[in-house]
C-alpha cells in the first residue's frame, strides 16, 4: 500500500508551485501551469474529487 497521501487538485497546484511552477491560464475545471525551464501541465480541479496518486507520481517525477 502506498504512504502517499491523496490530493485535490487544489493541494497538487500548491505543491507544483513550491516547485517553481506558475498557473498561466484555467479553462473551465482545467488549470494550466508551466515552468521556466519549458515544462508545463495541466491539473484538473473538480470539487470533492482527489487525483490519483498514479497521475501525481508522475508530476513528481517529471521535475
Not at 22 to 27: A, N, P, V
Request: net charge positive; charged share 20%; aromatic share 10%.
Amino acid at each position: 500500500m502506498s504512504k502517499l497521501p491523496l490530493l485535490t487538485g487544489k493541494e497538487l497546484i500548491s505543491f507544483l508551485k513550491t516547485l517553481g511552477f506558475i498557473e498561466k491560464r484555467q479553462k473551465g475545471s482545467h488549470v494550466f501551469l508551466a515552468h521556466e525551464d519549458g515544462r508545463s501541465t495541466v491539473v484538473p480541479v473538480h470539487s470533492g474529487e482527489t487525483i490519483s496518486r498514479g497521475i501525481y507520481l508522475f508530476y513528481i517525477n517529471s521535475t
